[in-house]
């Protein structure tokens, strides 16, 4: 979504190719319209197409007992800009309770004003029904090795995007199987963004970011999900 103004630094968002809820958005803050792909009106219940979504749809959609921290991560973001991030639980138009995590950035433009706020939304409903965090780990080899980088990997992804731990794996295991790259490869990967000098928070969450719209844009090596 292109916002007209000058100097901005925001991000095209492109429909997924997979089908798989990959769950890409963009809203731009100054006509105040969003724009989804496919998979973000799937986790919200809808067929591709069928509504428009606005602020209030958004908001309208979100578990009552977490729908005042969206709205207030939102208006947030589209006075300061930067990188955000929040999981909370999403009541779809199919009836079905979605865990979900946001994560995105504001896009600044001079002077400083927020225009767009671009990012994606994680589906990770089946990752904590399917199994428990202990339950998971077990089904990864257990090597002290493997075990030791996917505790840092979930680490990193603790700090880049605000998550605890249970989130994080989840966050990790999601990208695993939908990206058919195995668990302990990606944390692997994690693992040597996270170290490669020292960053800060913002740095190693585009670090981060860069390596996971990667996997989206690009087919990955065969390879047995972890």
Avoid at 4 to 9: N, V
Avoid at 121 to 145: G, M, N, Q
Avoid at 204 to 215: S, W
């Amino acid at each position: 979504m292109e916002s007209g103004a000058a100097g901005c630094h925001n991000h095209e968002v492109t429909p997924s190719s997979t089908g798989r809820p990959t769950g890409r958005f963009s809203f731009d803050v100054l006509s105040g319209k969003w724009q989804w792909d496919e998979d973000v009106y799937r986790i919200h219940g809808y067929v591709p197409g069928t509504v428009e979504p606005t602020t209030e749809l958004v908001l309208a959609s979100k578990h009552p007992d977490d729908r005042e921290r969206v709205r207030a991560l939102i208006e947030r973001i589209s006075r300061e800009g930067g990188p955000f991030s929040i999981s909370y639980r999403l009541i779809a138009a199919d009836g079905v309770e979605r865990r979900v995590v946001l994560v995105g950035e504001g896009a600044l433009c001079d002077p400083d004003d927020v225009t767009t706020l671009d990012g994606y939304y994680i589906d990770l409903t089946a990752d904590f029904e399917e199994e428990s965090e202990e339950h998971a780990a077990a089904a990864v080899e257990a090597s002290a090795e493997h075990r030791a980088a996917i505790e840092q990997a979930k680490g990193a992804l603790m700090l880049a995007y605000g998550l605890d731990s249970e989130q994080a794996f989840a966050m990790l295991r999601w990208w695993s199987r939908n990206r058919n790259v195995k668990v302990r490869d990606l944390a692997v990967r994690l693992v040597e963004l996270a170290g490669a000098g020292e960053v800060s928070d913002t740095e190693l969450r585009g670090r981060i970011d860069t390596t996971l719209h990667d996997l989206t844009r690009k087919e990955s090596e065969p390879s047995a999900p972890g």
